[in-house]
Nanobody, 121 residues
Framework: QVQLVESGGGLVQPGGSLRLSCAAS????????MGWYRQAPGKGRELVAA???????NSADSAKGRFTISRENAKNTVYLQMNSLKPEDTGVYYC???????????????WGQGTQVTVSS
């Protein structure tokens, strides 16, 4: 139905930058919100940032001023530009998409497989 392919994770030193990408494909009639969640070691999954189809966004307090979420609707792709990375940003980052698939009237949540981000010297 809906496939999400994430890329851009890796190992970076404190103060460095990474850009995550997530491309959605499949039999969708529309994509509503797109976002990124993080799961740190030993912790639950938490919202990092999300963006609506119209471009309105919200983000966690820890991400404000350092992370920027954006999307290209024509490519069904969402990005997360992460600057001034800190060790506490380490975790698995999951792409989330709220989409309506063909033949269904209801939106559903879809998740990517996750990409590891490690911030360490």
């Amino acid at each position: 139905q809906v496939q999400l392919v994430e890329s851009g994770g890796g190992l970076v030193q404190p103060g460095g930058s990474l850009r995550l990408s997530c491309a959605a494909s499949g039999s969708m009639s529309s994509i509503n919100a797109m976002g990124w969640y993080r799961q740190a070691p030993g912790k639950g999954r938490e919202l990092v940032a999300a963006i609506t189809r119209g471009g309105s966004s919200n983000s966690a307090d820890s991400a404000k001023g350092r992370f920027t979420i954006s999307r290209e609707n024509a490519k069904n792709t969402v990005y997360l530009q992460m600057n001034s990375l800190k060790p506490e940003d380490t975790g698995v980052y999951y792409c989330n998409v709220v989409a309506v698939v063909l033949g269904s009237p209801y939106p559903r949540n879809y998740w990517g497989q996750g990409t590891q981000v490690t911030v360490s010297s």
